[in-house]
T-cell receptor
């Protein structure tokens, strides 16, 4: 079984709809992240969390919110989806206190906003 | 100017060829450097860290040039399975207890028979 899972893997929604992307991990890591990837651009950090209920904004948090109610789960919400939020979304985890932290990515969620 | 810049490619090479990618970064205080590999429509995976003294892992060699602010990845004896996008990743100066990753947009490699 994969250590970092994301649901759904693909989603098509309409402008104005609220949607939630879920991320779960079995690695026991304390840190979790949400990124988006657009063609021709590097991954951009949306939000990150160091522990349960700890929430920090990344580079592009506008239009997004997150929730970390359990160590293993980190959800990303688009309150009112818009077409320029069409992208590939990745969740990642890492473990603190290990010097250079390696981030482990989930398989991604492909989101299309019409 | 982007914080991390890479040639998007694609680099089209035959099997067995040696290919090299460079990546430049703008923040001279950057601390850590990595190469990640991303297959089409898949998640990025760590390929190797890049140390000041350079490091080698099988057919892959990574080097860091702090004076010129670039890192490189050399792949020898290319395999078809090396076809992927290679992401250059840099960590700026440590702050706030978090080693933030700055990703380049990637260099695409296509190895053909």
């Amino acid at each position: 079984d994969a250590d970092v899972t994301q649901t759904p893997r693909n989603r098509i929604t309409k402008t104005g709809k609220r949607i939630m992307l879920e991320c779960s991990q079995t690695k026991g890591h304390d840190r979790m992240y949400w990124y988006r990837q657009d063609p021709g651009l590097g991954l951009q950090l949306i939000y990150y969390s160091f522990d349960v209920k700890d929430i920090n904004k990344g580079e592009i948090s506008d239009g997004y919110s997150v929730s970390r109610q359990a160590q293993a789960k980190f959800s990303l919400s688009l309150e009112s989806a818009i077409p320029n939020q069409t992208a590939l979304y990745f969740c990642a985890t890492s473990e603190s206190g290990r010097g250079q932290e390696t981030q482990y990515f989930g398989p991604g969620t492909r989101l299309l906003v019409l | 100017r982007k914080e991390v810049e890479q040639d998007p490619g694609p680099f089209n090479v035959p099997e067995g060829a040696t290919v090299a990618f460079n990546c430049t970064y703008s923040n001279s205080a950057s601390q850590s450097f990595f190469w990640y590999r991303q297959d089409c429509r898949k998640e990025p995976k760590l390929l190797m860290s890049v140390y000041s003294s350079g490091n080698e892992d099988g057919r892959f060699t990574a080097q860091l040039n702090r004076a010129s602010q670039y890192i490189s990845l050399l792949i020898r004896d290319s395999k078809l399975s090396d076809s992927a996008t290679y992401l250059c990743v840099v960590t700026p100066m440590f702050s706030g207890g978090y080693n933030k990753l700055i990703f380049g947009a990637g260099t695409r490699l296509a190895v053909h028979p």
